[in-house]
């Protein structure tokens, strides 16, 4: 055995030669680092990676190849805040380590050291002590060499041993330690012994064995702390367990807070094969960086050819056979029919690609010319390394993309994870690239998938503030609230009034947000109308509504209003929404089973004030009448006293409606509408009409709390209320609320079925969209003839475009076409849907529309659609934050559910059911209000938008 004087050359790392491997460093002590220092780590690492590659460390000794092993964050200066250690083989025998700081906003190189490494005759050992707050780099490199001294062969042994430590932005030596031991033959007897310290070999000064001891043992290495161990005669990574994997995830995770969770882990092997699968497709994205919210459909289009060129087999082609000499250049290539692309392109990014526009010269008479396929001669695949929800179906992903040439095991790399890959088929990918990804996970033809929103593989990570704008942000809930209950029996007015004072009052000061003040609107028309009823008594089973009747209920009501508004005044409240004024009349003794007649005198007109409309209860909330005021004016003056005769049938359900004019004759059909309602057993009932020889779906607003159905006509008719619950097979992988929204609409006849599928990723046109707002505003009418020169009667959509036309719901182009096949936009439809609030229902503009514009792409919004989108984000029609994508064409889905809010929000419902004596009350309904007057909205494609702006803050 070696004889060791003073014990002094007992090095640690000498033990590991019959110890086991020591542990890695934590890859996760201390606490983390901020969301900018991660991000210029995790970029420093990419760099490196990108430059020298990962080493392969198999049976603890480094690969040929070299490569990155081994990255830490420590605290080398004990200043807390850590610095980025990196430790990487340029080949099997040099070694260099890197430490890096942060300044704030970019990393920076504190110090950085080369080791050479040569076999059995030098052996280098590195590790980092810990003492304190700080941590040490320690380095030792023992060279063995022979010599003849005195005719006998002498063993020498030259010991170098480095402590360098971080001051401030330096790297500096804090012990530089030499050491010659010579032996003799036996190689038991130590002959000679040195000790020195300095700078370097040449300036050093001689010490002794015992200071050299000190200073030593100081600074020595335990087990754990050793990285690589060289005193087997080769490199031997003692970090065996440890994962640079783990790391750069773990760095990554940094980049979030703790409201951020990371549930790749929680994901079964079905969804994460899927996601993977997905990903995959894009492997070939020459672009570093994709964003649909910044779409350029050129890039697109070459992809779509380029992932055809490589994918044979992924939509059926045709061969090419062309004769014109233009296109002899494409002989060697296959043509794919255009819309087949295209449902490929909305299955992978929900985007149609127009090829003719963007890359003509591969385009030809709808077909798409590409190139034969190529062997792309390597596999690829995905690596996940974290998923985080953003909501709304988003998720954004942390990904490293790989290649390989080793096609022996295609089938086991194809359908297999990454991390269940044995490490001897991990060992031949190389990293392509990594970076991140975010899909939103979509319906398809009644199955799961997923569509790209973005994706990077250029190394970047985006922080969780850059995060937060695709995550949508719901309308807080209404800081204040009412309790019905306790105000279901009040009677006057004053009780109402008081009841709103202390609401407020709790409120201390604070302004109701968005939805407390739609609250406050809600309550204050409930109390109007609850508090200003007037009773009227019926003879003959007919009520007549003239001006003496009205003139009661008028003061009350506007007087009830003023007092609410010195309320608001007093506490700087402004409303979003201008106060309707319904003046309610309750018919008393009549009999539901009998005709029960309604008589609308003419002189009405003189009482109506500054009312909006009438609602008559005959008998009970479940049948009803309500008469928007400007119709009421118009009736009268073109019809003079009208008759509204309701006949109950024999059969459940089933009632006749007939109006007659003051000489006793039918009118088949009215100038204005008027509004009814009747019972009805749930929201998926809806009523069917047949009238002037002909039949309808005519929908209608189901009103939970009175359990009816209320609906506005213009026509005699026999109307009828069935349940329309209709099997719809593609929307079971949808939320509750989605399926909720497309049953009611499908039931009502809104939108229309292909067979017994939705179609809910269609893109929605304009025949579709124009048909379903007819609809909804009942303004239906089949004789009406259209004057656009595109549209024959033979066309199904013929009278909504004709009815749309003569109500000005849509316009045409001028050329005087109507393009119905042309598919709307996300900002048309949001815009016409905001705007139609306004127009129709009395809300007020946002004093700051950008507050409600924190779209990622929000520059993209047209500058005339701002104030009207920002209404719609203002009350609900679509949620703040996210991707808007504002010139995308909007799909079946996304449609029919803002047009479900719309309409849930101009036919609002009572929130109460209320009982008075002999009958029960509810609040105005507005639907008379939306369609008495003339439905001017929008002109769409054809023209500009002409309406009126209600920016004023309007007070009651």
Same mark, same amino acid.
């Given at each position: 055995?070696?004889?060791?004087?003073?014990?002094?050359?007992?090095?640690?790392?000498?033990?590991?030669?019959?110890?086991?491997?020591?542990?890695?460093?934590?890859?996760?002590?201390?606490?983390?680092?901020?969301?900018?220092?991660?991000?210029?780590?995790?970029?420093?690492?990419?760099?490196?990676?990108?430059?020298?590659?990962?080493?392969?460390?198999?049976?603890?000794?480094?690969?040929?190849?070299?490569?990155?092993?081994?990255?830490?964050?420590?605290?080398?200066?004990?200043?807390?805040?850590?610095?980025?250690?990196?430790?990487?083989?340029?080949?099997?025998?040099?070694?260099?380590?890197?430490?890096?700081?942060?300044?704030?906003?970019?990393?920076?190189?504190?110090?950085?050291?080369?080791?050479?490494?040569?076999?059995?005759?030098?052996?280098?050992?590195?590790?980092?002590?810990?003492?304190?707050?700080?941590?040490?780099?320690?380095?030792?490199?023992? %060279?063995?060499?022979?010599?003849?001294?005195?005719?006998?062969?002498?063993?020498?042994?030259?010991?170098?041993?480095?402590?360098?430590?971080?001051?401030?932005?330096?790297?500096?030596?804090?012990?530089?330690?030499?050491?010659?031991?010579?032996?003799?033959?036996?190689?038991?007897?130590?002959?000679?012994?040195?000790?020195?310290?300095?700078?370097?070999?040449?300036?050093?000064?001689?010490?002794?064995?015992?200071?050299?001891?000190?200073?030593?043992?100081?600074?020595?290495?335990?087990?754990?702390?050793?990285?690589?161990?060289?005193?087997?005669?080769?490199?031997?990574?003692?970090?065996?367990?440890?994962?640079?994997?783990?790391?750069?995830?773990?760095?990554?995770?940094?980049?979030?807070?703790?409201?951020?969770?990371?549930?790749?882990?929680?994901?079964?092997?079905?969804?994460?094969?899927?996601?993977?699968?997905?990903?995959?497709?894009?492997?070939?994205?020459?672009?570093?960086?994709?964003?649909?919210?910044?779409?350029?459909?050129?890039?697109?289009?070459?992809?779509?050819?380029?992932?055809?060129?490589?994918?044979?087999?992924?939509?059926?082609?045709?061969?090419?056979?062309?004769?014109?000499?233009?296109?002899?250049?494409?002989?060697?290539?296959?043509?794919?029919?255009?819309?087949?692309?295209?449902?490929?392109?909305?299955?992978?990014?929900?985007?149609?690609?127009?090829?003719?526009?963007?890359?003509?010269?591969?385009?030809?008479?709808?077909?798409?010319?590409?190139?034969?396929?190529?062997?792309?001669?390597?596999?690829?695949?995905?690596?996940?390394?974290?998923?985080?929800?953003?909501?709304?179906?988003?998720?954004?992903?942390?990904?490293?993309?790989?290649?390989?040439?080793?096609?022996?095991?295609?089938?086991?790399?194809?359908?297999?994870?990454?991390?269940?890959?044995?490490?001897?088929?991990?060992?031949?990918?190389?990293?392509?690239?990594?970076?991140?990804?975010?899909?939103?996970?979509?319906?398809?033809?009644?199955?799961?998938?997923?569509?790209?929103?973005?994706?990077?593989?250029?190394?970047?990570?985006?922080?969780?503030?850059?995060?937060?704008?695709?995550?949508?942000?719901?309308?807080?809930?209404?800081?204040?609230?009412?309790?019905?209950?306790?105000?279901?029996?009040?009677?006057?007015?004053?009780?109402?009034?008081?009841?709103?004072?202390?609401?407020?009052?709790?409120?201390?000061?604070?302004?109701?947000?968005?939805?407390?003040?739609?609250?406050?609107?809600?309550?204050?028309?409930?109390?109007?109308?609850?508090?200003?009823?007037?009773?009227?008594?019926?003879?003959?089973?007919?009520?007549?509504?003239?001006?003496?009747?009205?003139?009661?209920?008028?003061?009350?009501?506007?007087?009830?209003?003023?007092?609410?508004?010195?309320?608001?005044?007093?506490?700087?409240? %402004?409303?979003?929404?201008?106060?309707?004024?319904?003046?309610?009349?309750?018919?008393?003794?009549?009999?539901?089973?009998?005709?029960?007649?309604?008589?609308?005198?003419?002189?009405?007109?003189?009482?109506?004030?500054?009312?909006?409309?009438?609602?008559?209860?005959?008998?009970?909330?479940?049948?009803?009448?309500?008469?928007?005021?400007?119709?009421?004016?118009?009736?009268?003056?073109?019809?003079?006293?009208?008759?509204?005769?309701?006949?109950?049938?024999?059969?459940?359900?089933?009632?006749?409606?007939?109006?007659?004019?003051?000489?006793?004759?039918?009118?088949?059909?009215?100038?204005?509408?008027?509004?009814?309602?009747?019972?009805?057993?749930?929201?998926?009932?809806?009523?069917?009409?047949?009238?002037?020889?002909?039949?309808?779906?005519?929908?209608?607003?189901?009103?939970?709390?009175?359990?009816?159905?209320?609906?506005?006509?213009?026509?005699?008719?026999?109307?009828?209320?069935?349940?329309?619950?209709?099997?719809?097979?593609?929307?079971?992988?949808?939320?509750?609320?989605?399926?909720?929204?497309?049953?009611?609409?499908?039931?009502?006849?809104?939108?229309?079925?292909?067979?017994?599928?939705?179609?809910?990723?269609?893109?929605?046109?304009?025949?579709?969209? %124009?048909?379903?707002?007819?609809?909804?505003?009942?303004?239906?009418?089949?004789?009406?003839?259209?004057?656009?020169?595109?549209?024959?009667?033979?066309?199904?959509?013929?009278?909504?475009?004709?009815?749309?036309?003569?109500?000005?719901?849509?316009?045409?182009?001028?050329?005087? %076409?109507?393009?119905?096949?042309?598919?709307?936009?996300?900002?048309?439809?949001?815009?016409?849907?905001?705007?139609?609030?306004?127009?129709?229902?009395?809300?007020?503009?946002?004093?700051?529309?950008?507050?409600?514009?924190?779209?990622?792409?929000?520059?993209?919004?047209?500058?005339?659609?701002?104030?009207?989108?920002?209404?719609?984000?203002?009350?609900?029609?679509?949620?703040?934050?996210?991707?808007?994508?504002?010139?995308?064409?909007?799909?079946?889905?996304?449609?029919?559910?803002?047009?479900?809010?719309?309409?849930?929000?101009?036919?609002?419902?009572?929130?109460?059911?209320?009982?008075?004596?002999?009958?029960?009350?509810?609040?105005?309904?507005?639907?008379?209000?939306?369609?008495?007057?003339?439905?001017?909205?929008?002109?769409?494609?054809?023209?500009?938008?002409?309406?009126?702006?209600?920016?004023?803050?309007?007070?009651?």
């Amino acid at each position: 055995m070696k004889k060791l004087i003073s014990l002094v050359l007992v090095f640690s790392l000498l033990i590991s030669i019959t110890s086991v491997p020591a542990k890695a460093m934590n890859t996760e002590r201390g606490d983390k680092v901020s969301p900018q220092m991660a991000q210029a780590y995790l970029d420093v690492i990419k760099s490196s990676t990108d430059t020298h590659g990962v080493a392969i460390i198999e049976d603890y000794q480094v690969g040929n190849s070299g490569g990155l092993y081994y990255a830490d964050l420590i605290d080398f200066d004990g200043d807390g805040q850590k610095e980025l250690y990196l430790l990487y083989a340029e080949d099997s025998f040099t070694h260099r380590d890197i430490i890096w700081g942060f300044n704030g906003s970019k990393a920076y190189i504190i110090g950085e050291n080369t080791y050479s490494i040569y076999g059995t005759m030098n052996n280098v050992s590195i590790g980092l002590k810990q003492e304190g707050n700080k941590t040490y780099l320690c380095y030792e490199d023992i %060279t063995y060499r022979s010599d003849i001294q005195d005719d006998k062969e002498m063993f020498i042994e030259d010991i170098v041993f480095i402590v360098k430590e971080v001051e401030g932005k330096e790297l500096k030596a804090t012990a530089n330690l030499y050491s010659i031991l010579h032996y003799d033959e036996s190689y038991e007897r130590l002959k000679f012994e040195e000790y020195s310290e300095g700078e370097n070999y040449e300036n050093r000064k001689f010490i002794t064995a015992e200071e050299y001891k000190e200073i030593y043992n100081k600074y020595s290495l335990n087990e754990g702390e050793i990285l690589i161990n060289n005193s087997r005669g080769a490199p031997y990574i003692e970090i065996y367990d440890y994962s640079l994997d783990d790391f750069i995830n773990n760095l990554e995770s940094m980049l979030m807070s703790s409201n951020m969770k990371d549930i790749y882990k929680d994901k079964s092997r079905e969804e994460k094969m899927d996601i993977m699968d997905f990903l995959n497709n894009f492997r070939f994205f020459y672009h570093e960086e994709f964003d649909i919210s910044n779409l350029d459909q050129e890039v697109l289009a070459w992809f779509m050819i380029d992932l055809l060129s490589r994918e044979e087999t992924l939509l059926k082609y045709e061969d090419v056979d062309l004769d014109d000499e233009k296109y002899e250049e494409w002989e060697e290539q296959k043509k794919y029919k255009e819309i087949d692309i295209n449902k490929k392109a909305v299955e992978l990014f929900g985007v149609n690609v127009d090829f003719q526009k963007h890359l003509p010269e591969r385009y030809k008479d709808g077909y798409v010319y590409v190139h034969q396929p190529w062997d792309a001669s390597s596999l690829f695949t995905t690596k996940i390394n974290k998923i985080y929800p953003l909501g709304d179906n988003l998720f954004y992903i942390h990904i490293q993309t790989f290649e390989t040439w080793d096609y022996d095991n295609m089938d086991l790399i194809l359908n297999s994870l990454y991390e269940e890959l044995p490490y001897n088929i991990r060992a031949n990918f190389y990293q392509m690239g990594q970076g991140h990804a975010i899909i939103k996970a979509v319906n398809n033809e009644g199955k799961k998938s997923y569509q790209l929103i973005k994706y990077n593989k250029n190394g970047e990570y985006l922080t969780e503030e850059q995060l937060s704008k695709y995550i949508t942000k719901v309308n807080p809930e209404p800081n204040l609230s009412f309790d019905y209950s306790k105000v279901k029996d009040f009677k006057e007015s004053r009780e109402f009034i008081n009841f709103l004072r202390d609401i407020i009052a709790g409120l201390k000061g604070e302004q109701p947000n968005d939805r407390a003040n739609s609250e406050l609107v809600t309550y204050i028309q409930y109390a109007i109308e609850n508090s200003s009823t007037t009773a009227l008594k019926s003879s003959k089973n007919k009520v007549i509504i003239d001006k003496v009747t009205l003139k009661q209920a008028l003061n009350s009501a506007e007087s009830t209003k003023s007092e609410f508004n010195k309320i608001l005044e007093s506490n700087h409240i %402004t409303l979003n929404k201008n106060i309707e004024i319904v003046l309610r009349v309750r018919g008393e003794n009549l009999n539901s089973n009998k005709v029960m007649s309604v008589i609308i005198d003419k002189s009405a007109v003189d009482s109506l004030g500054t009312a909006n409309g009438i609602r008559i209860l005959l008998g009970d909330n479940q049948h009803t009448v309500y008469i928007n005021s400007e119709d009421v004016r118009n009736l009268g003056n073109k019809i003079g006293n009208i008759t509204l005769q309701i006949q109950k049938g024999k059969d459940k359900g089933i009632y006749t409606i007939v109006f007659v004019d003051s000489n006793g004759k039918e009118i088949s059909e009215l100038p204005y509408p008027i509004s009814f309602s009747f019972p009805a057993d749930n929201e998926l009932a809806t009523i069917f009409v047949s009238y002037k020889g002909g039949n309808d779906n005519w929908g209608g607003q189901y009103n939970s709390t009175t359990k009816s159905i209320e609906f506005s006509t213009r026509y005699s008719g026999e109307y009828s209320i069935i349940e329309n619950n209709i099997n719809i097979s593609d929307i079971g992988e949808l939320t509750e609320s989605q399926q909720k929204a497309i049953k009611f609409m499908v039931s009502k006849g809104y939108f229309e079925l292909d067979g017994d599928k939705f179609n809910g990723q269609a893109p929605l046109n304009r025949y579709d969209f %124009t048909m379903a707002l007819v609809k909804m505003f009942f303004a239906l009418d089949r004789e009406l003839e259209a004057t656009f020169t595109d549209i024959e009667k033979l066309n199904q959509y013929y009278p909504y475009v004709a009815s749309a036309q003569k109500d000005q719901i849509v316009k045409g182009f001028t050329d005087n %076409t109507f393009r119905g096949e042309i598919n709307i936009s996300k900002e048309q439809l949001i815009a016409l849907c905001g705007r139609t609030l306004v127009d129709k229902k009395g809300y007020v503009y946002p004093e700051n529309p950008k507050d409600y514009l924190g779209f990622v792409d929000s520059d993209s919004i047209a500058d005339w659609a701002i104030e009207d989108i920002a209404i719609a984000v203002q009350n609900g029609l679509i949620d703040n934050g996210g991707i808007l994508m504002p010139q995308m064409e909007m799909s079946r889905r996304e449609g029919l559910e803002i047009l479900y809010k719309l309409f849930m929000l101009l036919y609002e419902t009572s929130p109460i059911e209320v009982e008075m004596e002999e009958i029960e009350q509810q609040p105005n309904s507005p639907i008379g209000i939306i369609i008495g007057s003339a439905i001017a909205l929008v002109a769409l494609f054809g023209g500009a938008y002409a309406y009126s702006r209600n920016k004023k803050s309007k007070k009651i």
